[in-house]
Nanobody, 127 residues
């Protein structure tokens, strides 16, 4: 499995921006579809965004579409989540996840499809 380490979380005012990073090691990063999920207190972990191996196919949750951008740099073994126009309801622990796949077209919104997870990074948006 690939090892994943998130960074970039913090406290920000509503309307502000943050960029999360997830650094991968241990396996060939470019063979992994990558995703971001989040979990707020008392709620289930939910899908945020996912990106195919080459970055050509991207999915977003409706709640973040138009505000968040997922991207990846396979040369740096890193996936990013640029979060703009943040809202208090975006407050959560954000997790990076990966799945080893053969297809360059595969992307998933289902957390059960991802076998590698980071430890999470806290994002808090104040009103």
């Amino acid at each position: 499995q690939v090892q994943l380490v998130e960074s970039g979380g913090g406290l920000v005012q509503a309307g502000g921006s943050l960029r999360l990073s997830c650094a991968a090691s241990g396996r060939t990063f470019s063979n992994y579809v990558m995703g971001w999920f989040r979990q707020a207190p008392g709620k289930e972990r939910e899908f945020v965004a996912a990106i195919s191996r080459s970055g050509g196919i991207i999915y977003y949750a409706d709640s973040v579409k138009g505000r968040f951008t997922i991207s990846r740099d396979n040369a740096k073994n890193t996936v990013y989540l640029q979060m703009n126009s943040l809202k208090p309801e975006d407050t959560a622990v954000y997790y990076c996840a990966g799945r080893l796949v053969e297809s360059t077209y595969y992307v998933s919104r289902d957390r059960a499809d991802f076998g590698s997870w980071g430890q999470g990074t806290q994002v808090t948006v104040s009103s």
